[in-house]
């Protein structure tokens, strides 16, 4: 694979990564963004972006030490804001306060207006001066210690809101949390830990260890600890709230309601928005699946795999003959979802649809459409529609190529005729034409591909060399052509007309003693 592949395959790997919300796939892909960053560094030792975008995955991956070895590395060479903002983030990590700092300052002379890195530093200098922590005592520094390390999630979140704003992209919150809640509730986790191991009957640090445990990804231990807090109080909203999202994980959605309706029985009416609203949505959900399964189970026996087949077959034969539309295959993608395998049917019936349209990206964005829409397909049929969208793209590319290609030969072809009708009319021009050099110059001008000028030359030679009755005999027989465009037989028929006057004209006169057109003239007019 070359180096323009490889690198295509890094910026895909590392705009799935920044999206992607499950903390275990999200590390997945840096590890496979780190693997493929490193390949292409083995070729390309000095390329500055590969190596920042591998500082970048080292800081998502948490290996401090080796993100600060490839920065400082970089800041040899270069001072981009990038590489910048990354050392203040490894700086800050590693408690280096004031060198976090500085590096944001060098940023800030750049960018004197940037709110966002503003607030970034004042929120290092807070917590670098560490002042709300003084006399207190060793629990309370603790549970002070851990409001710090929520407020700088949220933060950090405003000032990514703010950039994305400014930059004018969408911003997703859940998102961005899950990119920077990780390694802060890790923090979180160990100083929970920590107040637990002194005072084992703490709600409030058992609370926070439950919230940690389950954004770090660590889902048993989350529950468990969870249902621990029920054991003392049953009626502990953070303990519900998250074993909910386990069993919305889980895919249990009756048991996510009853937490759901656990929490808001034991809370003021209208006080629980967020609980309310998701409550109705898996409500809803469960309907949904109820008449899923009922609609299963009534077609089970009516849509098999072999009516599907004889569905897709009798679409391809009207397609064929002509009685499908835009219309009419949008309707069929919708009747294929009474079908199994239906990823099987979607797949043959938007590349029917790309025919139809003529657009082949038409494919492209209906399979990208179900991949985002839709979540119970399974790692086969994701990786068959991956298949097909990565074939259709090399489809595209391959046509775009063809057509290239085509468009040089065309010009090629057109420069060619120029070139030749040229150096016909200078010959004419000298008198170096005699009539029967015309089957000859004829049958080459034939050749060429824009017909209506090689047929005004062709007529116009003839009339020079002959008359403009000859010219129109001549004419004639060009309008017998099977596939004439239409701007090729409204120029025929123009120069028809202007022949036909002309020689009416030259009929009613022919007694008149006239003085001859010169062939001099006659090679002017074609100039």
């Known amino acids: 694979m070359d180096v323009k592949s490889y690198k295509s395959i890094i910026f895909k790997l590392d705009k799935e990564q920044r999206e992607e919300k499950d903390i275990d796939k999200r590390r997945k892909l840096l590890l496979t963004l780190k693997e493929r960053l490193e390949g292409v560094l083995e070729i390309l030792p000095d390329d500055l972006e590969m190596q920042t975008k591998l500082m970048y995955v080292y800081i998502g991956l948490n290996d401090i030490e080796g993100a600060k070895n490839i920065a400082y590395g970089l800041l040899d060479k270069t001072q981009s804001r990038d590489v910048l903002n990354g050392l203040s983030i490894i700086e800050e ?11 944001i ?10 709110q966002a890195l503003k607030k970034k530093k004042e929120r290092i200098e807070n917590k670098k001066n560490n002042k709300n922590f003084r006399g207190l005592t060793p629990i309370e520094r603790m549970y002070r210690e851990i409001a710090t390390l929520e407020r700088s999630v949220k933060k950090i979140t405003e000032e990514r809101q703010s950039e994305n704003v400014i930059k004018g992209k969408n911003f997703n919150q859940n998102n961005t949390l899950q990119k920077t809640y990780v390694s802060t509730y890790k923090k979180v986790k160990e100083i929970a830990s920590e107040i637990l191991a002194e005072n084992p009957g703490e709600i409030t640090a058992k609370e926070k260890l439950v919230k940690a445990l389950f954004i770090i990804g660590e889902r048993e231990e989350a529950e468990q600890t969870a249902n621990e807090l029920l054991s003392v109080y049953d009626k502990d909203e953070i303990a519900l709230w998250f074993l909910s999202k386990i069993e919305r994980e889980n895919g249990n959605l009756e048991k996510e309601r009853e937490y759901l309706e656990e929490i808001l029985s034991n809370s003021p009416e209208g006080t629980q928005i967020n609980v309310q609203q998701r409550l109705e949505k898996v409500k809803h959900l469960i309907e949904k699946r109820k008449e899923k399964e ?3 189970q009534g077609l089970k026996e009516n849509y098999t795999e072999e009516t599907r087949k004889e569905f897709i077959e009798q679409v391809r034969r009207d397609f ?37 349209t003529d657009n082949k990206q038409d494919k492209i964005n209906g399979l990208e459409s179900f991949i985002d829409d839709e979540f119970s397909i399974t790692p086969e049929e994701y990786n068959n529609i991956l ?3 990565a074939q259709t793209r090399k489809e595209i590319e391959e046509e775009n190529m063809i057509e290239q290609y085509l468009d040089r030969k065309k010009k090629d072809e057109a420069r060619e005729q120029r070139e030749y009708s040229k150096y016909v009319i200078e010959k004419l021009g000298k008198g170096e034409i005699e009539k029967e050099d015309l089957p000859e110059i004829v049958k080459q001008l034939e050749k060429f591909k824009d017909r209506a000028k090689s047929i005004f030359l062709i007529t116009k030679l003839y009339e020079i060399l002959y008359d403009k009755e000859k010219a129109y005999n001549e004419l004639k027989k060009y309008t017998c052509i099977a596939d004439l465009t239409i701007e090729e037989q409204r120029g025929i028929a123009k120069m028809q007309k202007i022949l036909s006057e ?9 007694n008149t003693p006239k003085k001859p057109e010169s062939e001099e003239q006659g090679v002017d007019s074609l100039r």
């Open 105 to 114: 300052d060098k940023i800030l002379e750049n960018e004197p207006y940037n």
């Open 387 to 389: 298949n097909e969208i």
């Open 502 to 510: 002309d020689k009416k004209v030259q009929d009613k006169d022919k």
């Open 320 to 356: 064929i003959y002509g009685n499908i539309g835009r219309k009419e295959i949008e309707q069929l993608i919708q009747e294929a979802k009474k079908y199994p395998n239906y990823v099987e049917s979607l797949i043959v019936l938007l590349d029917i649809k790309s025919k139809i």
């Open 93 to 103: 990590k590693s408690g280096n306060y004031n060198q976090a700092i500085e590096y």
């Open 294 to 296: 009922q609609l299963k």
